[in-house]
């Protein structure tokens, strides 16, 4: 707050405000929301012994990911997630971690994309991804009973029971079940994103929040394999209301792996015309002792999108890029 | 050429040799997956809409479209006839290609017509369009208190509410944008 902001009457406030942003104020109800859901992330962290951490936004060298771009910033980079220094920390002896931040990624916005976001990610010693989905869960519910909402999220018109456990439900079955496509065939012809995404997502976390699990290695660059099935990665999405609130995996460990899956990225990315990043090399040195572990990746503002009953991400933002 | 990511709503593209326009956009993502870009289409000959998604490395062409200035000549059995005043060529949209300009078009309008290639497609219309009131209630004793409006019906049969001092026969400027009433026309 501005300092005397107070003192400051109602009329004489309003005119200090610029024309446009009259609308700013209907967004009230919504940043309270998004600021009390922060400062329940918090608790819930501290309470838990997890380590607030702040790792740099500008980076030499972004995950390489095939689909994710980043915004290039002076001879760096703006990071797209805090993922590969989060996981440095980690490996360094921080057992459990977790930091709210800003990310950025180039040409991402729709009504629930901005190409600057807010993520909540967190990392824990000794998890693999089904404790994940339980943590996730007492999260969510801690965050709903601190905002009043005690049994049920309304969203968009439909009642979100909270009650545990939440469904769970492989990747592979949400095909079968809801897009009548085997998923490996999805996978084959190259039409996995596209029907998660114009036939699958909008059936999830309808009725209680749904966790999807088990993702083809193919697009999960730093999840671990399953053990019998090499070609499933350990990696879960949480969704509620039929949007992707959060990704999680447990974590690659293998040093040999990473260099491989991150040369494959770089070889896609060229084949696309794509900008090629460099290989983060201090993170493959340190990741060699990175022990048994799980992160998560959580987009605070689809959260708040949830919490504050709104279709589109703008409301929950104090300004969108369009207007600045 | 247009890349997916110029796609927003009202663009005009072309896809098979014909014009459409974006009439719904939302760019979409699911998780670490590719980006996707999904649009409603509306086919601007034909008018018919169809769902289509683009990936990121799809391009298109823009569709090439031109104004031409003409003038409103009449309607019959649901065809509009327009004609160019310098060339005397006459064009004619349907009634779903005119769609609600048919409430504001009156005798020898000046308009501008949007074509592809030869093909005309729809109808702008100036901003304000004077009008004659063929139908009003006359103004009742006490309907002077402010705010309050009646109905009057002008020469295309187009209805709106305006002030009730408004007569039979008046002429009154009308915004074709809102459809609403702006001000009493003295001749």
Redesign the interface.
């Known amino acids: 707050m501005i300092h005397g902001v107070e003192h400051i009457s109602q009329e004489s406030r309003t005119e200090l405000l610029i024309e446009d942003d009259h609308d700013l104020l209907k967004q009230s109800n919504a940043l309270w929301t998004r600021a009390k859901m922060l400062g329940a992330i918090r608790d819930f962290f501290v309470s838990r012994d997890y380590l607030e951490v702040e790792t740099p936004n500008l980076i030499p060298a972004p995950i390489p ?4 771009d980043a915004i290039s910033c002076g001879d760096w980079f703006l990071h797209t997630s805090p993922e590969l220094y989060m996981k440095r920390l980690l490996a360094a002896g921080y057992p459990r971690i977790f930091q709210i931040c800003k990310c950025f990624r180039k ?5 629930y ?1 901005l190409p600057e976001f807010t993520m909540l990610e967190w990392y824990c010693l000794g998890m693999d991804y089904r404790l994940l989905m339980k943590e996730c869960e007492e999260l969510i519910i801690a965050i709903a009973n601190d905002l009043g909402n005690k049994e049920a999220i309304h969203y968009q018109g439909k009642k979100i029971r909270l009650q545990r456990p939440w469904e769970s439900i492989s990747v592979s079955d949400t095909f079968t079940r809801y897009a009548l496509v085997p998923m490996v065939e999805a996978v084959k012809e190259n039409s ?3 029907i ?3 036939h699958i ?1 909008s059936h999830l976390g309808l009725e209680q929040p749904t966790f999807i699990y088990d ?1 083809p290695v193919s ?3 730093l999840a671990k394999a399953k053990k019998d099935e090499a070609a499933v990665a350990e990696r879960f ?1 949480l969704y509620i209301g039929g949007k ?1 609130i959060a ?1 999680a995996c447990s974590e690659l460990i293998d040093a040999d792996e990473y260099h491989t899956r991150f040369k494959k990225v770089q070889e896609y990315r060229n084949s ?2 794509k900008a090629v990043y460099p290989i983060p090399r201090f993170f493959l040195q340190d990741n060699v002792d990175i022990p048994k572990s799980a992160g998560i990746a959580l987009g605070i503002d689809r959260l708040a999108m949830i919490f504050c009953d709104s279709p589109i991400i703008d409301n929950v933002v104090t300004f969108t890029p369009e207007v600045m | 050429m247009y890349n997916a ?1 110029d796609l927003k709503k009202g663009l005009r593209i072309k896809l098979d040799n014909e014009p459409y326009i974006v009439t719904e956009f ?11 870009y ?1 649009s409603k289409l509306r086919n601007m000959i034909t008018g018919a809409q169809f769902e289509r ?1 683009f990936r ?2 799809d391009t298109f062409e823009p569709a090439d479209l031109q104004q031409k200035k003409m003038q409103y000549l009449y309607e019959e059995e649901g065809k509009y006839c327009f004609m160019d005043n310098e060339s005397y060529e006459q064009v004619f949209l349907t009634k779903s290609q005119v769609g609600e300009a048919k409430n504001f078009l009156i005798d020898n309008l000046e308009v501008e017509i949007l074509f592809f290639e030869d093909k005309p497609l729809e109808v702008s219309l100036p901003n304000f369009v004077e009008m004659v009131v063929v139908k009003a209630e006359p103004w009742a004793k006490g309907d002077s208190v402010s705010g309050k409006t009646k109905p009057v019906t002008l020469q295309t049969g187009y209805q709106l509410q305006v002030p009730p001092f408004i007569e039979e026969g008046e002429k009154i400027r009308v915004d074709t944008r809102s459809g609403a009433y702006l001000t009493r026309v003295k001749d």
């Open positions: 990911e095939q689909h994710i040409g991402e916005r729709g009504s994309h996995f994103d596209e998660m995404a114009c997502e993702y697009g999960s660059a999405e992707e990704n696309m015309g | 990511s939302n760019f979409v993502k699911p998780g670490k997956g590719q980006a996707l999904r998604t990121s490395a």
